[in-house]
């Protein structure tokens, strides 16, 4: 106990019933569940009677192995029932798993596996579908979306499912507008989906959850865990969703001691179905004690009273005022820019700065809303040999759109790249890998790319039902193939021509994808030939650290980028939030209504909150939208603050040069 402060002590101690504890960015939440827990055992409470969950297993472990420590009781960690909340749920359906008509040996889905399951739901349902029907991807999601957003303890059907469960229409409308024509389908498909699942003896990790709220709210006399469980501690509680909470609800209904922790500034998840009013509505729900945790470990204190103030101006919160005994170093610092382009020669200046003054790059991130937002950086930190890490994502342009779209740009280049090829002809329905090689095979075997109706070799391998997309394809090549053409308006071609359609049936997120392709159609602007384009292309993609390689990495150290929902939980000495532009930071679609706007307002204040020293916002006027150059204005947030709370630096800006390619190419119409 002496290791806590106050606020820590209080929590640690509090005896029974339910209790909500905010906690601030920073404020050592992990060390008092750790205590908390050590602090019930030490008096009394058996350890296989608490139940701790959070959202990763190894956050869950860790805490389970730092009470082992602290209480010095042999194999206790083991005794405590912790996990993810899928996790947990598992243990559980493995033991009354009969009681919903499951074996207990039943198979859980993995991603793959549960879109396997759902493409042959798609052939029982519908059949052969329209082309333009929706892929087994699009409807994962969908399908995943409206679990996690609509399932409650109101909504679950023990045996059997009613037509209108989870409200699919009402999500189709708001969120899939643009697929209402096929609405009478997906249901036909999400039906016959959920029944497979139930014949198969498999669940998705969505089932997991459903099926242990609906043993608790159904079959709750036969269920002797929930007797054995009297206590029960959840961590971020404000990423929960409706059918957690429900679930929470079920588990406590009796005992009511449950601790949930988090902190309602940081509820940043709502796209994936968390519920910010969990927690905001968690002390009226329950009449439950209330405790703060306000003191940051972290940060400087001129980092904390930006954030405060930041946060400030949001209305639906509960009120703290993060404060900190460590000593300033320096303001953080608001540099006003033109563009991406000057934003990425300030980062890597600032960085240079920084290695100079012995700051490692293993303590420097740069963090952004998404990941368009960093590609010139990348671009340039490749140019500048500076290692960098891009954290649980996939790089900008490595991502599966950026490559369809280059692969067309690969084939005007260099007509027999066979790797192009193979990917392009796999986009027009009918075509597998065999076909597409029988195709290619012609290419070699004419010894170059003949696309006109004389080639009949060519025509007999291109299927049937292919046939209305391979002429579209043929029309953008053509169009691509000008002399006056540039890279950046092959993009557009390629884009309005014929990916658009493809790209809105074939990805969960087509919105988002749009608008890193109108990005890569500005990008593209400032190179005068398209070899130099692929070659950059091509530079930026073996800089890039991967994830998995970072433990092995063999260099002394390596920048992090990370999107800002990717970096919660994690910190750094130095901090650089980049591309605060309106319309982009916010985000354009999350302005309204207000309540979009404020969760938009709690992610700038989790990007802060990620620096201990040093940090730095950069802010161009100009973003990229829909190809063309708008002068969008700086980032509202950025705006809001006090300006003697920043050193704000105005960096000059030199114009783009204009660039014009010749044309060269094998290729014959």
């Known amino acids: 106990m002496e290791t806590l402060n106050p606020q820590q002590q209080e929590i640690v101690q509090h005896h029974t019933g339910p209790a909500l504890v905010i906690a601030g960015a920073g404020s050592g939440k992990t060390r008092v569940i750790t205590h908390r827990v050590a602090h019930l055992i030490q008096s009394g409470v058996d350890p296989s009677s608490i139940m701790m969950l959070t959202f990763t297993n190894k956050a869950a472990k860790e805490m389970a192995d730092r009470v082992g420590q602290t209480v010095q009781v042999k194999n206790v960690q083991k005794a405590i029932i912790h996990g993810t909340f899928h996790s947990v749920a598992n243990r559980f359906l493995r033991r009354y798993a009969a009681l919903i008509r499951y074996e207990n040996n039943f198979t859980i889905l993995d991603d793959s596996d ?14 052969k579908a329209d082309k333009n029907f929706p892929k087994a991807a699009v409807l994962q999601n969908m399908f995943s979306l409206a679990f996690n957003t609509n399932c409650d303890a109101h909504t679950v059907r023990s045996a059997e499912y009613s037509k209108r469960h989870f409200d699919l229409e009402a999500l189709i ?16 498909v999400f039906h016959t989906y959920r029944r497979k699942k139930r014949r198969n003896q498999a669940m998705s990790f969505d089932d997991l959850l459903e099926n242990w709220l609906e043993l608790l709210m159904h079959h709750r006399a036969n269920l002797n865990w929930v007797k054995q469980v009297q206590h029960i501690l959840v961590d971020e509680y404000q990423d929960t969703n409706k059918v957690q909470a429900s679930i929470l609800d079920q588990m406590a209904a009796e005992h009511r001691n449950l601790m949930v922790v988090g902190d309602d500034a940081q509820s940043i998840y709502s796209w994936r179905g968390a519920n910010f009013r969990n927690i905001l509505d968690f002390p009226n729900q329950y009449n439950a004690a209330t405790f703060r945790l306000e ?3 972290r940060s400087t204190p001129d ?7 930041s946060i400030n101006f949001n209305s639906e919160q509960f009120e703290k005022e993060l404060y900190t005994r460590r000593p300033n170093l320096e303001k953080p610092v608001l540099y006003k820019l033109f563009d991406p382009n000057a934003e990425a020669e300030i980062v890597v200046e600032r960085i240079l700065k920084l290695q100079d003054e012995d700051v490692s790059l293993n303590e420097m991130a740069v963090l952004y809303r998404s990941h368009v937002q960093a590609a010139t950086l990348q671009v340039v930190l490749t140019q500048r040999g500076i290692p960098f890490l891009i954290r649980s994502g996939v790089k900008f342009f490595d991502q599966a759109h950026m490559k369809d779209i280059v692969s067309f740009l690969k084939v005007v280049f260099n007509p027999l790249d066979e790797i192009a090829w193979m990917r392009l002809l796999k986009m027009l329905p009918g075509i597998g890998n065999t076909t597409s090689q029988k195709i290619f095979n012609v290419f070699v075997e004419q010894q170059s790319v003949r ?13 049937k039902k292919a046939r209305a997309q391979w002429d579209r394809m043929l029309g953008c090549f053509k169009e691509m193939l000008r002399e006056d053409i540039t890279p950046s308006e092959m993009v557009a071609v390629v884009f309005r021509e014929f990916y658009r359609d493809y790209m809105m049936l074939s990805f969960e997120n087509p919105i988002q994808r749009e608008a890193d392709i109108h990005y890569l159609q500005e990008f593209a602007e400032k190179y005068k030939t398209l070899d130099r384009l692929l070659n950059e292309l091509s530079l930026v993609g073996a800089s890039v650290i991967k994830d998995h390689e970072a433990d092995n990495y063999q260099e002394d150290e390596y920048l992090t980028l990370t999107t800002i929902h990717q970096a919660k939980g994690l910190e750094w000495d130095a901090v650089f939030l980049i591309g605060l532009t309106e319309s982009q930071f916010p985000n354009q679609r999350c302005v309204y209504p207000e309540a979009l706007l404020e969760e938009e307002r709690r992610l ?5 909150t990620r620096a201990r020293k040093y940090l730095s916002l950069t802010a161009p006027l100009i973003t990229s939208s829909f190809g063309n150059n708008e002068m969008s204005g700086r980032s509202r947030f950025v705006e809001e603050l006090p300006e003697d709370l920043l050193n704000v630096i105005s960096a000059s800006y030199d114009d783009y040069e204009s660039y014009y390619m010749p044309r060269n190419s094998r290729m014959i119409f």
Do not use: C, H, W
């Open 114 to 127: 549960d879109r396997d399951l759902l493409k042959a739901a798609m052939a029982e349902a519908i059949g």
């Open 451 to 463: 696309l006109t109706a004389d080639n009949e070799a060519l025509q007999k391998r291109i299927p």
């Open 295 to 297: 003191q940051n470990y």
């Open 173 to 188: 409308d708001s969120n899939y507008y643009y697929l209402d024509q096929y609405a009478p389908e997906i249901l036909k």
């Open 303 to 309: 980092i904390l009273e930006l954030a405060n103030n």
């Open 604 to 608: 700038f204040y989790v990007a802060i």
